[in-house]
């Protein structure tokens, strides 16, 4: 029988004839496991529950959300509905429903914008702000999780090697941590914003040993243009022989860069297919990111100049602002 992985179980399961009622089903084929092969891989993993890449936040991360409109008398568009709530509930469940409220799990960023978008971007509003073009590049990422570190992910940053069909790990990261997480709602914009302090943590030190098994996991890899992710795993080898080092993601991005001459501010143009492979999910997004180059520095400085960074953000927020938040094509597809 073929394997259908699991990121291609969309397209298979269309041709399924509809299940024969279990009354019909015949004794004895309850007793054999006519389960695919990815429901029973799952069923045997050995991954705990919180297994899958992290999202890593400082122990004193700021992450805050709120609405926010061109002016203070501006009145709420009719699109974003309120709705009448009861508070008759005692103390003590408001302050649970008030605590899951703030809680970062329940903070999501749709990220998709629509390609026309990013077209027009590139014709009118790049060259109108002054950006040019600095380079194209197309990257893979694998994202291996560490039983020895259950508390972060792997990132292994790959090129193609396509007349091979196989990837070339060159950079090999811990997560990222979080150290600001500020999204804000634009009301009066068709398009939201999210504002991000993010520093790179140092990779434990990895031996010789451990390595090459990361690089063997790599290099099982298929690309694949067809699946989720661009990137497909034989069976059974997306696990290291060990069992200490998983794969849990697959991403395949091309982003355009561009840069301003006065500022050291960054444009990066994004387009991303994600794929998890611990909750089967995954999907393409267009995506798109001012980044100020010096931010991480201001984590390590000891003296900071207050004033510095609220100019240097101030610029950054205008800039996204007036540029880039107003999308008139048809969002969600």
């Known amino acids: 029988m073929a394997n259908t992985p699991p990121n291609l179980s969309h397209s298979a399961d269309a041709d399924k004839p509809a299940p ?24 045997k993993s050995k991954r705990p529950p919180d297994f899958g890449e992290k999202i890593v936040y400082s122990r004193d991360c700021v992450a805050r959300w709120w609405p926010v409109g061109s002016g203070g008398d501006d009145h709420i568009r009719k699109s974003f509905r309120l709705e009448r709530t009861s508070n008759t509930g005692s103390s003590t469940s408001l302050e649970i429903l008030r605590s899951a409220a703030w809680n970062r799990p329940w903070k999501t960023f749709y990220t998709n914008i629509p390609s026309e978008f990013i077209e027009e971007i590139v014709q009118a509003i790049v060259p109108k702000i002054g950006f040019y073009f600095h380079k194209e590049k197309d990257h893979y990422y694998v994202k291996i999780s560490d039983k020895n570190q259950p508390k972060t992910t792997i990132t292994c940053k790959c090129t193609a090697a396509k007349d ?58 298929t690309l694949d243009a067809s699946v989720k992710g661009g990137l497909r795993w034989p069976l059974g080898k997306e696990e290291s022989s060990e069992d200490r080092f998983t794969v849990v993601g697959a991403w395949h991005t091309k982003h355009r860069k561009f840069k301003l001459q006065d500022l050291d501010i960054s444009l990066y143009l994004r387009c991303a297919d994600r794929f998890d492979f611990v909750t089967s999910k995954g999907g393409i997004s267009n995506e798109v990111t001012l980044k100020i180059h010096e931010a991480s520095g201001w984590l390590k400085d000891d003296i900071l100049d207050a004033a510095y960074i609220s100019k240097t953000l101030e610029d950054a927020v205008k800039l996204a602002w007036e540029n880039f938040l107003d999308c008139s094509y048809p969002l969600g597809n």
């Open 164 to 221: 091979l069909g196989k990837l070339k790990m060159y950079k090999i990261r811990s997560s990222l941590v979080r150290h600001m997480v500020e999204d804000i709602s634009c009301l009066d914009k068709n398009l939201d914003l999210r504002i991000m302090l993010c520093k790179k943590r140092k990779l434990m030190e990895i031996e010789d040993e451990d390595m090459d098994a990361i690089r063997r996991l790599v290099e099982e890899a």
């Open 20 to 43: 024969v009622p279990e009354s019909l089903v015949p004794q004895f084929g309850k007793k054999l496991n006519l389960h695919s092969t990815s429901t029973s891989r799952k069923k």
